[in-house]
């Protein structure tokens, strides 16, 4: 009798264990769908076509191989209008009888708009399928380029994943910062301070490990990590991951099956961040997303 119920006890426990892994495994792959829901956005990373960087003084915009952002397309005006940078803001200037649009309004020929300034002013502008916005990257400034039909869109079919399992869910601790900021580097080669929240010690395989955390004032905390699959089976440039922040003990954790690939993966026209020499781990965490592209 007691063997029987044992047996019984058992299967229960078991089949209790099924059904939490079941529901664990669901709210991964709703994590990733919305993931993949969001890179096709018109504001994702599947649409780019194009990242221009400015000069001082007229910009000429279009299809024609003399101008200074040059998109090649034919389908694209061969002169579509040009970018005065003046160093503090970016003034747009129609260049053809084609209309564009300015934050949703028309705009016209005989104006000239401003489309950028250091007080945070950044206006969307469309043609067709085509839109783009100035974006600042410490010292340079450019144009983001989106083709909202581009092929990259278009041809995308999702991105291979380990498979979810609940080791890589890992209770892990997060220690307070000695300093203010981390020093990032990104793959244009600028290196930029990032809020520092501080370093999350973790435990695997009876090993500790230890990732520097960047604060970017959202509901989570973000890291960017390398691993022994960077280069291999996952994106050589590393990857990312959202923590939960941690409670007033510092306790929180890290789940290395929602790890994701940077934008860099997916466009050349993308300016990621790169793993500080302290995020590269020493071990292969073979969880999250697989490698995607070849940028």
């Known amino acids: 009798m007691k063997k029987i119920v044992f047996i019984l006890i058992t299967f229960v426990l078991m089949q209790f264990a099924k059904a939490q892994d079941n529901t664990y495994k669901k709210s ?45 397309n034919a389908k694209f005006p061969a002169l579509l209008g ?25 705009s016209s020929l005989s104006q000239s708009y401003k489309v950028f300034d250091e007080n945070g002013k950044v206006s969307l502008m469309d043609w067709e399928q085509f839109s783009w916005v100035v974006i600042k990257r410490e010292d340079k400034v450019g144009i983001r380029f989106r083709n909202l039909k581009a092929k990259t869109l278009l041809d995308f079919k999702g991105i291979a994943r380990f498979p979810i399992h609940k080791k890589w869910h890992i209770k892990a601790k997060l220690v307070q910062p000695v300093q ?66 941690p409670d007033k003990d510092g306790n929180t954790s890290i789940d ?10 997916f466009t050349a026209f993308a300016t990621c961040p790169l793993p500080p020499k302290q995020n590269r781990l020493s071990i292969a965490i073979e969880a999250g997303e697989k490698n995607y592209g070849h940028h």
């Open 180 to 245: 203010d900021f981390l020093m990032i580097t990104n793959v244009l080669g600028q290196t930029v301070p990032s809020k520092n929240a501080g370093k999350l010690i973790f435990e695997k395989d009876g090993q500790t490990f230890s990732l520097d955390v960047i604060d970017e004032n959202g509901p989570t905390l973000f890291i960017v990590f390398a691993d022994i699959t960077s280069g291999k089976s996952t994106y050589g440039a590393g990857r990312f991951i959202d923590i939960p922040r």
């Open 256 to 265: 290395f099956n929602n790890a994701y690939n940077p934008p860099c993966a």
């Open 28 to 72: 991964v792959d709703a994590w990733h769908q919305m993931r993949i829901a969001y890179l096709k956005k018109t504001d994702g990373w599947l649409n780019l076509e194009g990242l221009f960087w400015l000069h001082k003084g007229k910009n000429t915009f279009g299809s024609q191989k003399n101008v200074d952002c040059y998109y090649n």
């Open 82 to 106: 040009s970018f005065i940078y003046n160093g503090d803001s970016v003034l747009w200037e129609n260049g053809t009888t084609n209309t564009i649009e300015i934050d949703k309004v028309k």
